[in-house]
């Protein structure tokens, strides 16, 4: 009921008030949190390069100054009003080139917005939202070393299963497929990581070979094959 608070009991004898945020799993709950949070986005720094947000991940491009204006907004009286308590020890600091650290300007920044050394990146290459951002080399050994090896766990697995229909779902429905696709879509093609993709391409392919008996190589190329082909 949203006409007054709910009781959180902890065992059987503490009760705590739910007055603060939305209820866990509430379809709402993104909704009324960028509703909150939009006012406050609106009114960080004018004319920065980037200002962009998915519910609290945000991303913030601009100058020194402006970077530690907009950490003195994220926790100020305003943000804190709206219920907003920023958590720096989450926080990074990117410089896109590894010469604008160097920069007076740039010196001391960290421990000016209370963000630790170890959250700084000095070379560029940085995560967002799950896909690298940066050059080449960086994106391909992200991919190597954050979703090949669990591929390959996942992949060993399904193996031991002696049905092949259940394999063939598995590997359809489980097995990292949703990770790899989204990288796919999020990390431009180059050469470097086309080649990284490649490898998962033939485990892929051995294990659609140990699932289905007798597949041939037609079968092998049907099941490349684009939705809008199949």
């Not at 004018?46 to 962009?52: D, K």
């Not at 050059?135 to 991919?143: D, V």
């Not at 697995?157 to 779902?169: C, E, K, N, R, S």
């Amino acid at each position: 009921c949203y006409g007054s608070f709910s009781a959180l009991r902890l065992g059987t004898q503490f009760t705590i008030d739910s007055r603060e945020g939305t209820q866990q799993g509430d379809p709402l709950g993104p909704f009324l949190y960028s509703l909150v949070l939009q006012g406050l986005v609106q009114d960080i720094v004018p004319n920065l390069t980037a200002n962009m947000w998915y519910l609290d991940d945000g991303i913030i491009g601009g100058t020194v100054d402006q970077a530690e204006e907009v950490m003195r907004k994220l926790n100020g009286d305003s943000a804190k009003q709206r219920g907003v308590l920023l958590n720096t020890a989450k926080c990074e600091i990117v410089f896109l080139h590894p010469n604008a650290a160097n920069r007076e300007a740039a010196i001391g920044l960290p421990g000016r917005c209370g963000i630790p050394e170890h959250k700084v990146i000095r070379n560029g290459n940085f995560e967002l939202l799950g896909a690298p951002i940066g050059t080449e080399a960086f994106a391909a050994n992200y991919i190597r070393d954050n979703c090949l090896p669990e591929y390959k766990d996942a992949i060993a697995a399904i193996g031991q299963v002696t049905d092949p229909q259940v394999q063939h779902a598995l590997l359809r429905g489980c097995a990292g497929m949703c990770k790899v696709t989204y990288l796919l879509r999020t990390v431009p093609p180059s050469q470097v990581v086309t080649a990284t993709f490649g490898e998962i391409h033939q485990i892929t392919r051995r294990a659609l070979q140990n699932a289905i008996v007798g597949i041939t190589d037609l079968g092998l190329l049907q099941t490349e094959l684009p939705i809008k082909l199949g």
